[in-house]
């Protein structure tokens, strides 16, 4: 398969040095990668039409607010501030981690196993919510 690879950049080399690419349309323009090729037209519109709207996947809001809380941990000011800051960074590694069905969560400080994350996940679940919330000392927030 090597050969195949030098022998195609071979073949692309000589014909940019023979100007084959020049008159191609868009040539000199950037791409636009916005718009994934090989997504079929009907995604592409369902896709555009949520990004239009303002809906993120809820893996890309954690991830984005993880880097948020990222950020703020290294601009505290002083220690309570930023161990603030790292729990709740703490929490948003362990949900990003959660989301995934077949990883084992490893984050520093925590180590849950697969099986044992859908027993706590099954508890959680079962627990009616309006009695879970008039818990004292439960942090919603922070979760």
Do not use: W
Not at 8 to 31: C, K, S, T
Not at 37 to 59: S, T
Not at 104 to 112: L, M, N, W
């Amino acid at each position: 398969m090597i050969v195949l690879d030098l022998l195609a950049e071979q073949r692309i080399r000589e014909a940019q040095v023979r100007g084959a690419f020049d008159a191609l349309p868009g040539a000199g323009r950037p791409l636009d990668l916005d718009e994934p090729p090989l997504v079929p037209d009907d995604v592409r519109m369902a896709n555009r039409i949520l990004k239009n709207a303002g809906f993120v996947p809820p893996e890309v809001e954690l991830r984005r607010e993880r880097h948020d809380a990222s950020r703020s941990v290294a601009e505290a000011c002083d220690d309570t501030a930023r161990a603030a800051a790292l729990r709740k960074l703490h929490a948003l590694e362990l949900r990003i981690a959660a989301a995934r069905p077949d990883a084992r969560i490893d984050v520093p400080g925590a180590r849950i196993d697969v099986k044992y994350r859908e027993r706590v996940l099954a508890r959680f679940e079962s627990v009616d919510p309006r009695a879970a919330s008039g818990r004292a000392g439960i942090d919603r927030s922070q979760a």
